[in-house]
């Protein structure tokens, strides 16, 4: 797996004592590069996981340049090794916009998939899916037959309850919404996204790191500040002040290898509508502008007084203004 993978796979790596082996990010490659990857595949290795959207940039990796070269392995070593797409965000926007890109079971080696439904799914938090090629491919042993509901139901889940609305909402909006329904929203999302981001970069402060294609990634649109004008901020600093205009947007720095590169990430979601684009790139476009008329020093005090909670007390209203000093003392927390 790509060094770019979501935490996910760390975690079911440690908790399964599977042995990651992780292909590092470099300047050309934000996300898996296949050549890279093969490189790291042995008899041992139980199969390689690609991602349709990275979590860093929304760029969908090359799952069919993967499949092909551990064809291409199989037929020179004898070696099976399968792929496992993490389409959690792609998998309810690529079928849609970009049918002809084959990521899923088109490809031979694919044999399983998943996808979460409260991502371009659009439902309430608390739903995913899994979806494998065959019975072959979900090993019996992980499979629990109970009949204590009165009749007998296979289950395969790490744990049993659950509430079942985020099924009925995903189910809803299936059937209320349909392959066009689905492809409007996700169509819209693209022509929102690329005016996002030609307004982004006419600012003159900012590059994408995103591709706009539907084809190559999500509408998400992951950038930086351009180092060719003389700043003294960085993209945390930007993502700190614009929060005084209302918007979180995450400032992180890429994925190990690339630890250097700090982005910022904006996810279009179906809410995301042209008006609030041009609010958005107001105001950016004013944090940037404040940022630059403060001195090395002011933002040094800026930064500092970020762990102080400054920003919330100043949205605070009056009466509970007072009570900073005493926070701020010790006396209350
Ligand atoms: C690529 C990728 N995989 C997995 C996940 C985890 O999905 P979920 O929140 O549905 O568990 C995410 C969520 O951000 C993701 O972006």
């Known amino acids: 797996m790509g060094a770019n993978v979501q935490v996910c796979w760390e975690k079911a790596a440690r908790y399964m004592e599977i042995e990651a082996r992780y292909v590092n990010c470099d300047e050309e490659h934000l996300f898996l590069n296949p050549e890279k990857a093969i490189e790291l595949v042995d008899e041992n290795t139980i199969g390689v996981c690609a991602i349709l959207g990275s979590t860093y940039t929304g760029h969908y990796e090359d799952v069919k340049k993967m499949n092909d070269l551990l064809e291409k392995l199989e037929k020179e070593t004898g070696l099976f090794v399968p792929i496992h797409v993490d389409a959690a965000s792609g998998g309810f926007v690529a079928p849609f916009v970009a049918p002809d890109l084959e990521w899923d079971f088109r490809l031979p080696k694919v044999v399983s998939i998943n996808v979460s439904g409260h991502k371009y799914g659009l439902c309430y938090a608390g739903i995913g899916w899994a979806v494998w090629r065959s019975h072959d491919d979900l090993p019996e042993d992980l499979v629990f037959h109970i009949n204590y509901l009165g009749s007998d139901q296979a289950s ?178």
Not at 243 to 271: C, F, K, Q, S
Not at 277 to 304: G, N, S
């Open 156 to 333: 395969f889940t790490l744990n049993f309850s659950k509430g079942a609305a985020p099924v009925i909402s995903q189910y809803y909006n299936l059937i209320r919404f349909g392959y066009d329904g689905y492809r409007n929203i996700m169509e819209n999302l693209y022509a929102n996204t690329e005016y996002l981001a030609k307004q982004l970069v006419e600012t003159g402060w900012f590059k994408l790191l995103s591709s706009l294609d539907p084809a190559l990634g999500l509408p998400v649109i992951a950038f930086q500040l351009v180092n060719d004008r003389p700043h003294h901020f960085n993209e945390t600093d930007v993502s700190h002040v614009i929060r005084e205009r209302g918007w979180i947007i995450p400032a992180y720095t890429m994925a190990p290898n690339m630890g250097h590169m700090h982005l910022l990430r904006v996810v279009l979601r179906e809410d995301f509508s042209r008006n609030r684009c041009d609010l958005l790139v107001a105001d950016l476009k004013a944090t940037v502008e404040y940022l630059a008329k403060q001195d090395k020093t002011h933002m040094e005090v800026h930064r500092a007084s970020r762990g102080k909670w400054q920003t919330l007390f100043d949205k605070l209203p009056k009466h509970k203004v007072a009570a900073k000093e005493e926070v701020a003392s010790g006396k209350v927390c």
